[in-house]
């Protein structure tokens, strides 16, 4: 199916709408509350049941949806507009300062992550923004190198070269003429780190290490995880489980598709 | 051909697991002299000694089997004689002769004697021990290897039962050039009088192996050896089934319907560790009437339905719960949920409710600060809908203990949900209640009440005690320094090797665990 | 790269990673101190806890060395670590590298078990793929490979459990060795093997899927290339084909790829050692984290980072050495 294609100006629109959606919902949805049906198995008065506290799921599901969404974009979109200026500035500022920059980037690289983001989620069980702000942080110098290259390539043609003899600063030229060229690019790594971020959005809430009140999908898996002993996972651990797994998927395919469509040298799996 | 490579595994399973299942265990060829094995949810409780084991109520208990106190419970929680055989007070109660136990022997086979415990209470002084205080001892004197003499700065009610039977002994012999007990982990530190001698200790596992001391002065114990073991709630009920596992220290309660079909036995008591709601008495909350409010909006029952799942009962508005030998007979109100008359208590303070119910004080819309630790997220968001039902907008945070204890000295909150004991000797309820620390009530002074609190502390008089205790409960009741909503029930599950039982004050310090000592004594 | 050039890549890797490792040495002894309240709040916040004078908290703080300025508890710290003493863990009452030291071998014995299966694994089924594009085996695997992909690796533990540990009770559903372990060395390793067998795979399904796109890629470039092409024409198929042709020159591409490897095997343990209550050192890290044993918590990040930048740095030197022969 490729009823889409996938041009950076179209993503952006998806990626508006789908931002206003997720400011939008929580509005439009029943409260997420506590009642007096605890662990009830779905039903006509809750369609996936409840959870412990007598929440619904259905609703919980749906609330948890933007959170894990948003958290996945604004982190992909942080981490873009931090590597997008320090890649330009590797390729054009003067060569000692290159240097130095790209040995940060190898520095910051090798960096185990992982350990990063557990050693400070520990210590300050972050919400919604600082998880973003956190992920966005331990992803973006895996980019410098991609967008090097990309940004290596695009000025080497002619109408940057023509701009930059008219006089045209750097900043100009990289916003004008360079950036456009490299959507798809662009495009790709942004994707690659939405799939990234949503993975361990919801790896911190399945850990707990979230702010508690913030509901996902990850930590609506650790909730489940008491009641592995009776039915009650049907109902609490599969939709949530189910709905990670579908949106991680979505994220992949539509990557796939553009890397099908051959519009960008970067791998969106492995 | 993939089926038949499928098939071909699974045989391969099949024959490994019953190669594995025809290996005898340890536990099927010698039921008999199998030890004791005690099941936890939780794990490393660091080393059974008083300075190297954690700092919580299970790690203690544990610590008890190895280390004795001078005075013991029973398996009705009664004090009985332990290290001290027996004791007597002056007649104004400052003084008190102590005649040990001259059986009792250190692990190693050294006397314990008078001079040990002088030891241990010069000892604690220097360096302070979080579950028991010596500060109220003026000094101690062994005026023989047996006699003791100990002298108190002023008399304390709670003496006996508050220090004599929480205070490990030490053996000096051991301890006495330790200049940093809690960096002495050797295995030298968990030498003590108990029933059980620690054996081994597998941190990575956590697991504990304790054999029974054989000398033991009280009459030998009755399993040759305990093995404390960490396992996952749901893995340790499958073990109980197979007799791999004896005791399942804590259960939840809808497990026990499960573990009862199997032919297995559950006990259960309230914790009398209630959910306590402490209020900001800065704050809104500082009114009286505004307490009286609150109290009439919260819906305990469907806490407990909600929260709990039925695993818990309402808790009682005067301080001691339903068990406690301090309560008074005569049954408190207990505060039922009216709506109508919060709503008037409220108004009755300025209050007024706008549109969509909202309340708002003096022109401002109210919004609460409730904080309260992650561990009570379930009851502090069941109790927040509540609030929001009834009009007042919550701001729950849930925050580490750290954060908490600084959120609230910074006085930044309204409403504070803890679990706090109720149980022990009353003595430490003027520190409860009118004590600077974050989980204390935090009341501003009440003439009354801190004259009752201090006369019940240093009464000599055990009736005349519950009688002034009668009253702070009345008091308390009606003040509401803070509120308490929910009584957790506890469940521990066990076989027929042994029968354990909640004590109705809780174990020593007031610990609400059934696997106390006695449990494992003769 | 000529064989100066490698050393002096090396000695480069090998100064960037000691950066790192003291950046983090830095963020470690930072960070909990931001934090309001220190360990002995911590350790006196337990309820039953009796209430401390003033004189007797400033007594525990002097002895747990909480009292000495930022800079003089950063010299102490610094100069340990250099000694190799991680420090003591309150809750435990432990030295750190003590607890660390039996918590490691059984997530190295996860690791190392994994190592095998996800690579043989994924080899087999990428070659087998990659062999012929877009035929029939290529896009069975591909799909469900695609599908395995979107599975985080705690929902694959969690749905591991519970299929065979819990519904079908095939193994065990936690710790890494039975209650009392048999004292004959034969059917404790049984046993221990038992135990962790749903864990390594568990461990082992996510990396399949990275290496299954990894060398299906690889194969799908070589199965076009003029020498298979000819291989084929002459008649060499089967294992031959598949390990002479599509194997070798896998080789240095899946070693290049093992960096990267390392590091999630590292992240993904420490879920799975969660969900199987694995004795390991991610158990320990997340018990860390949950009673907020700094020292604990700082001494296992300290360790795995050490281990993971060593073999990181030997995997990258590894494989700028074979880049370098071709």
Request: proline share 6%; hydrophobic share 50%.
């Amino acid at each position: 199916m490729r009823l889409l294609s996938w041009h950076p100006s179209r993503a952006a629109t998806a990626t508006a709408a789908v931002l206003a959606l997720c400011l939008m919902l929580p509005e439009l949805l029943p409260p997420y509350v506590t009642t007096r049906d605890v662990l009830q198995p779905p039903g006509p008065e809750h369609w996936l049941g409840t959870n412990d506290i007598g929440q619904d799921v259905l609703t919980g599901l749906l609330r948890a949806a933007p959170n894990t969404v948003l958290i996945a974009l604004l982190a992909a979109a942080a981490a873009l507009a931090l590597s997008i200026p320090f890649a330009s500035l590797t390729v054009t500022s003067p060569r000692w300062l290159q240097r130095t920059l790209m040995r940060v980037v190898d520095v910051l690289q090798i960096v185990p992550s992982v350990l990063v983001i557990l050693l400070i989620a520990a210590w300050v069980q972050p919400g919604l923004g600082g998880i973003a702000l956190l992920l966005a942080l331990t992803i973006w110098p895996d980019d410098v190198r991609v967008l090097r290259t990309a940004f290596r390539r695009e000025i080497a043609r002619e109408n940057v070269a023509v701009a930059r003899q008219l006089g045209g600063s750097w900043t100009y030229c990289i916003g004008r003429h360079v950036l456009p060229a490299m959507g798809p690019v662009l495009l790709g790594l942004f994707l690659q780190h939405v799939r990234q971020a949503a993975l361990k959005t919801a790896g911190l809430g399945f850990l707990g290490l979230t702010d508690p009140r913030l509901v996902t999908w990850g930590s609506m898996m650790q909730d489940a995880l008491d009641h592995l002993h009776t039915s009650a996972w049907i109902w609490l651990l599969l939709p949530p489980a189910a709905c990670l797994t579908l949106f991680l998927h979505g994220v992949l395919r539509a990557g796939g598709r553009l890397e099908r469509s051959g519009q960008t040298l970067t791998t969106g799996l492995a | 051909m993939s089926c038949s490579v499928l098939n071909r595994i699974s045989v391969a399973i099949l024959l490994l697991n019953s190669a594995l299942y025809a290996v005898p265990t340890r536990a099927q060829t010698a039921a008999d002299t199998r030890p004791l094995v005690i099941a936890d949810s939780r794990g490393d409780y660091g080393l059974l000694a008083p300075f190297a084991h954690m700092k919580n109520g299970p790690a203690y208990l544990y610590t008890s089997y190895v280390f004795d106190t001078l005075v013991a419970q029973d398996a009705q929680g009664n004090l009985v004689p332990a290290l001290a055989k027996s004791w007597s007070r002056s007649a104004d109660g400052l003084s008190w002769g102590i005649e040990l136990d001259q059986r009792a022997r250190w692990h190693d086979g050294t006397p314990v004697t008078a001079g040990d415990v002088a030891f241990t209470v010069s000892y604690m002084a220097e360096h302070p021990y979080v579950f028991a205080s010596t500060a109220g001892i003026a000094g101690a004197e062994a005026v023989s290897a047996t006699h003791l003499k100990l002298q108190l700065k002023q008399s304390d009610a709670g003496f006996v039962s508050g220090t004599l039977a929480s205070l490990p002994i030490l053996p000096q012999h051991i301890y006495g050039t330790i200049s940093d007990p809690e960096t002495f982990t050797q295995k030298a530190a968990a030498t003590g009088s108990g029933p059980y001698i620690l054996d081994t200790q597998d941190k990575a596992q956590g697991r504990y192996l304790l054999r029974r001391n054989d000398a033991y002065y009280r009459g030998a114990p009755k399993f040759p050896s305990i093995a404390i073991v960490k396992m996952p709630t749901d893995a340790a009920i499958v073990a109980l089934k197979n007799s791999e596992v004896d005791v399942i220290t804590d259960v939840p309660l809808d497990r026990a319907d499960i573990i009862r079909s199997a032919g297995l036995k559950v006990v259960e008591a309230p914790s009398n560790h209630p959910m306590r709601l402490t209020f900001n008495h800065a704050g809104p909350f500082g009114a009286k009437a505004a307490r009286h409010a609150l109290a009439h909006a919260i819906d305990r029952q469907g806490l407990v339905d909600v929260a709990y799942r039925g695993a818990a009962v309402v808790a009682e508005p005067g301080f001691f719960q339903k068990g406690s030998p301090w309560r008074a007979p005569t049954v408190l109100d207990g505060y039922p949920t009216d709506i109508a008359k919060a709503k008037s208590l409220l108004t009755g303070l300025g209050w007024s409710q706008g549109e969509a119910g909202r309340w708002s004080r003096s022109g401002q819309s109210v919004t609460l600060r409730l904080v309260a630790a992650p561990q009570a997220k379930a009851v502090a968001t069941a109790l927040t809908d509540q609030l929001e039902a009834f009009g007042l907008a919550i701001e729950l945070r849930l925050m580490e203990p750290a954060q908490l204890q600084e959120q609230i000295e910074s006085g930044a909150y309204e409403l504070a949900l803890f679990s706090s004991s109720t149980m022990g000797d009353p003595g430490s309820l003027m520190r409860k209640v009118f004590g600077p620390a974050f989980n204390s009530d935090r009341f501003p002074d009440h003439a009354e009440l801190r004259n009752l609190l201090i006369k019940q502390a240093v009464s000599t008089d055990a009736t005349e005690r519950l009688r002034i205790l009668e009253k702070v409960q009345a008091i308390y009741a009606e003040e509401l320094p803070s509120l308490l909503l929910v009584n957790p029930i506890w469940a521990t599950a066990h076989n027929d090797r042994v029968t354990p039982t909640f004590l109705p004050d809780g174990v020593a310090i007031g610990i609400p665990m059934a696997m106390h000592k006695a449990v494992l004594l003769p | 790269m000529t064989g100066q050039s490698i050393t002096r890549h090396m000695c480069l890797g090998l100064l960037d990673r000691i950066v790192v490792f003291l950046l983090l040495v830095v963020l470690t002894f930072v960070l909990p101190r931001l934090m309001p309240g220190d360990a002995l709040d911590l350790m006196l916040s337990s309820d039953m806890a009796r209430s401390m004078s003033r004189a007797e908290t400033d007594n525990l703080r002097q002895s747990m060395g909480l009292d000495a300025t930022i800079s003089t508890q950063f010299l102490t710290y610094v100069t340990n670590l250099a000694q190799g003493d991680l420090g003591r863990s309150i809750q435990h009452a432990a030295f750190v590298s003590d607890l660390i030291g039996r918590a490691l071998p059984w997530t190295l014995l996860l690791v190392l078990a994994a190592l095998p299966v996800y690579l043989g694994i994924s080899v087999v089924i990428g070659i087998e793929a990659g062999r012929e594009p877009h035929g029939k085996t290529d896009r069975a695997f591909t799909g469900v490979m695609t599908l395995l992909a979107s599975v985080p690796p705690y929902s694959a533990a969690v749905f591991l459990l519970l299929g065979f540990a819990v519904l079908w009770p095939l193994f065990p559903a936690s710790g890494a060795e039975p209650l009392f372990p048999s004292p004959d060395p034969l059917s404790r390793s049984l046993a221990i093997a038992r135990h962790a067998v749903l864990p390594v795979l568990a461990l082992s399904l996510h990396e399949i899927v990275r290496f299954y796109f990894l060398t299906r890629g690889e194969a799908v470039g070589l199965s076009g290339r003029p020498f298979v092409l000819n291989a084929r024409a002459r008649g060499i198929g089967g294992w031959r084909e598949r390990v002479n042709y599509f194997g070798r020159n896998l080789l240095a591409t899946l070693l290049a790829r093992m960096t990267d490897s390392v590091a999630a095997l590292f992240g993904a343990v420490i879920y799975i050692e969660i969900v199987f209550a694995y004795p390991g050192i991610g158990l320990l890290l997340y018990e860390a984290i949950l009673s907020r044993d700094h020292v604990l918590l700082q001494g296992i990040v300290l360790t795995i980072s050490a281990l993971f930048l060593t073999v990181n740095w030997v995997l990258d030197a590894a494989s700028a050495n074979l880049a370098a022969r071709g």
